[in-house]
T-cell receptor, first 113, second 113 residues
Framework: EAEVAQSPRYKITEKSQAVAFWCDPI?????LYWYRQILGQGPELLVQ????????DSQLPKDRFSAERLKGVDSTLKIQPAELGDSAMYLC???????????FGPGTRLTVL | DQQVKQNSPSLSVQEGRISILNCDYT??????FLWYKKYPAEGPTFLIS?????DKNEDGRFTVFLNKSAKHLSLHIVPSQPGDSAVYFC????????????FGGGTRLMVKP
């Protein structure tokens, strides 16, 4: 069964450092999402891509977060500089189209010290 | 302002009995609802969904009920099994907002043998 791949699975960094997360969606899925899940809460959408274009990044803290999906396949989410409050699980999801079921990857757990 | 709420952070049920997980929403524009299950160190897994044109959807041991007038949905698991122990997230989307999912905070279900 095809899965969404994410790496790294765990990342520990010091505040003010830069971090980057990678996501490879299920093959053929045009829509890709990045979510942040704080412990004890549900996932919150950060950014949504349709192919290589950003559809919604209204919840992305653009002063420190950036996301790209240059060739419309895999995607990178970057935080620079990382802050203590960024400690969370970062989840990537993909769907065939914007109206289809989203499938999630295993996530990257970020700890900022 | 939480648009999707799961008021019970945890639920404990005996194996073989029914598990009922509840979810309330406030946004009347939501027209599609989903349940995801999440095991530790894994991403959420899609479980079952329901469109607002229905009031019930069933898939094996899992049934979702939707009460639009009360803005309430519930997930029934019958019979519950120890492998069902996980965190369950309710999510909602509005057709006019693409596929953007708004998640509840989750309910941790523990099924005791």
């Amino acid at each position: 069964e095809a899965e969404v791949a994410q790496s790294p699975r765990y990342k520990i960094t010091e505040k003010s450092q830069a971090v980057a997360f990678w996501c490879d969606p299920i093959s053929g899925h045009a829509t890709l999402y990045w979510y942040r899940q704080i412990l004890g809460q549900g996932p919150e959408l950060l950014v949504q891509f349709q192919d290589e274009s950003v559809v919604d990044d209204s919840q992305l803290p653009k002063d420190r977060f950036s996301a790209e999906r240059l060739k419309g396949v895999d995607s990178t989410l970057k935080i620079q500089p990382a802050e203590l409050g960024d400690s969370a699980m970062y989840l990537c999801a993909s769907s065939k189209g914007s109206a289809d079921t989203q499938y999630f990857g295993p996530g990257t757990r970020l700890t900022v010290l | 302002d939480q648009q999707v709420k799961q008021n019970s952070p945890s639920l404990s049920v005996q194996e073989g009995r029914i598990s009922i997980l509840n979810c309330d929403y406030t946004n009347s524009m939501f027209d599609y609802f989903l349940w995801y299950k999440k095991y530790p160190a894994e991403g959420p897994t899609f479980l079952i969904s329901i469109s607002s044109i229905k009031d019930k959807n069933e898939d094996g041991r899992f049934t979702v009920f939707l009460n639009k007038s009360a803005k309430h949905l519930s997930l029934h698991i019958v019979p519950s099994q120890p492998g069902d122990s996980a965190v369950y997230f309710c999510a909602a989307s509005a057709n006019n907002a693409g596929n953007m999912l708004t998640f509840g905070g989750g309910t941790r279900l523990m099924v005791k043998p």
